[in-house]
Structure formats: structure tokens, C-alpha cells
């Protein structure tokens, strides 16, 4: 059995990194199970919540290699989840649309999302996962849209 130093625990920034890193995990065995990604499910949430995009766009606003995004899209257009189509203006340009069953398909995975939320939050109660929502909102506000000294690596 693995004993985490005491020094560690005193980290907010370790705990928050070592239980992502379970999060993480525990989701994506989860969609694996339907031979998806969470970059998949990223995808299809910034589709449904966000509208049709331009696929380079898509992968700027997530964040993505633009190499990598081509992946993930025929991914999902194969699975049906997604259409893609050529801007009639200018052909370079490729418009990646949710299809019915890509929006079906991301109700069941954010539903499988919020089964692994629960059971990583089972020890808190209601107000506490209520709190620490709110706080880790607060955190990612700060880090995503913040000063440029709280940017990530810097």
C-alpha cells in the first residue's frame, strides 16, 4: 500500500491534480465502452451547445492540434454523430454539424459523466458538491479568462 507524504496532501494543487487524474480515468473507461474519447464527447458538447462550426474553429476553441481534430471529426461522422459539409464559398473550409444521434448520443454520455461525478463525490454532501462546484467555477474563470500571469505554464 502506497502512503501519500503528508508534505503532498498539504497541496491543493496535487489533490486537485491526482483527483482529476482519477476523474479522468473513471470517465473515460466509461466512454470507452461506446469506443469513444473525451474528446469526442468535447466535440459533440461544443456542437450542441454552441451550434454548427467550422471545424478549424472548433479546434481552436477547444483547444485541439487542427491535425487532431480531423481525427476526432471522422470519428464522429463515421459513428453517424456528426455531418460534415464544404463551405459552397470557399471549399477549404469544412462545417461539422451534431446529428440527431450525436445529440442523443451526448444526453447518454453526459449522463454517464454525471454517474462518475457522483460516485467520485459520494463523500460530500449535496452543499458540499454544490460549494465546490461553485469554487472550482471560480478557479477555472481565473485560470482560462484571467490575468496573463495565471495562464497555464507561465
Do not use: C
Amino acid at each position: 500500500m502506497s502512503e501519500t507524504p503528508p508534505s503532498l496532501l498539504g497541496l491543493t494543487t496535487y489533490l486537485m491534480s491526482k483527483t482529476g487524474k482519477a476523474a479522468r480515468g473513471m470517465l473515460a473507461a466509461r466512454l470507452a465502452e461506446r469506443n469513444l474519447r473525451l474528446w469526442h464527447m468535447a466535440v459533440l458538447s461544443a456542437l450542441v451547445d454552441f451550434g454548427p462550426h467550422v471545424q478549424r474553429e472548433l479546434a481552436s476553441r477547444l483547444g485541439i492540434d487542427r491535425s487532431d481534430i480531423v481525427k476526432i471529426v471522422d470519428d464522429l461522422s463515421v459513428a453517424g454523430l456528426v455531418d460534415r459539409a464544404r463551405d459552397t464559398g470557399d471549399r477549404r473550409r469544412v462545417t461539422v454539424t451534431p446529428t440527431p444521434a450525436g445529440r442523443a448520443a451526448l444526453r447518454e454520455l453526459q449522463a454517464e459523466a454525471l454517474a462518475v461525478q457522483e460516485a467520485l463525490l459520494a463523500p460530500l454532501t449535496g452543499s458540499e458538491q454544490a460549494q465546490l462546484a461553485a469554487l472550482l467555477r471560480r478557479v477555472h474563470a481565473h485560470v482560462h479568462e484571467g490575468p496573463a500571469g495565471a495562464q497555464p505554464g507561465r
